[in-house]
């Protein structure tokens, strides 16, 4: 997994068969899914084959069931050997402090998909080992009755970005695009999602991830833009200096090294 992740893709945790190829698709990081992408005849063997690819040293993040299901115990038990980050689906205060308390030691990520989730961001920041949310918009969409078109959620959106920068979390990772084989559409959806101030992207099937990736990557215009700015900054040796008519300041230095990072990382 890459030190900033980006794209997140999902795998069913049942189908084996797959999980190298995501791995190789180019995602940052691999979800393996024990929730929604399992059948719940198919939940132990979803574990089963989990807890084989974890045994036999692969990363990943896994998708435990939610903590109002039979099958919640089970995977935290099977989680709990490995280290690795965990996505509590369907998250919310309650349900979050039961994981937090079950596993203290593991990097949590919250997938939010309730209204309920959503009304608690602001308590859910302080569970210590919880490093950052990420959106379930189609859920979310469904329950609140907010068709997620256009702009329609950029309020909720931009709240998840605010909270998750209020209590010093990572930037938040936004829900899925449902097309699959535009991959223009993504690459659009993506870039919205990076002008909000998400960090990242869930991504449910490989075609997603080079899209997801392309639109979080610095342009070669704003590469070099950052290059510029970082070493007037350097030769000015504190002096107030301008690049492209424009006064430098720290945050726009701190911005041209954001940028920088994300084209090595």
């Known amino acids: 997994m890459s030190k900033i992740a980006r794209s ?6 049942d189908r084996r068969d797959r999980f190298a190829k995501a791995a190789a698709s180019g995602a ?16 132990a063997e979803a574990r089963a084959a989990t807890e084989e690819w974890l045994a ?9 069931n939610s903590a109002d299901t039979e099958w919640f115990v089970d995977d935290i038990t099977m989680v709990s050997r490995y280290d690795i980050p965990v996505m509590l689906p369907k998250a919310d205060l309650e349900s979050l402090q039961k994981t937090s308390k079950a596993i203290p030691n593991q990097t949590l990520i919250a997938l939010v998909e309730t209204v309920r989730g ?13 490093s950052r949310f990420a959106f379930g918009s189609i859920d979310f969409g469904v ?11 950029t309020v909720v959106r931009t709240n998840f970005v605010l909270e998750s920068c209020y209590g010093g979390l990572l930037p938040p990772v936004d829900g899925v695009s449902v097309n699959v084989k535009d991959e223009a559409l993504v690459h659009q959806d993506t870039k919205r999602s990076k002008q909000l101030g998400f960090g990242g992207k869930l991504c449910i099937h ?6 997801v990736n392309s639109a979080f990557t610095p342009t070669p215009e704003q590469a070099d833009w950052a290059q510029r700015v970082l070493q007037a900054f350097t030769e000015s040796q504190g002096a107030a200096v301008a690049v492209d008519g424009k006064m430098i300041d720290k945050p726009v230095v ?11 990382n």
């Open 56 to 64: 036999s040293g692969n990363l990943c993040c896994v998708r435990i």
């Open 118 to 130: 959503y009304m608690e961001l602001r308590p859910m920041v302080a569970i210590t080992n919880l």
């Open 254 to 264: 701190e911005q041209a090294r954001q940028i920088l990072a994300d084209l090595t």
């Open 28 to 43: 940052h990081t691999m979800i393996i899914d024990l929730e929604d992408a399992v059948g719940l005849h198919a939940k």
């Open 206 to 211: 490989p075609k997603q991830v080079a899209a």
């Open 143 to 153: 329950e609140s009755g907010i068709d997620d078109t256009a702009d329609t959620m």
């Open 8 to 13: 997140f893709l999902f795998v069913p945790g």
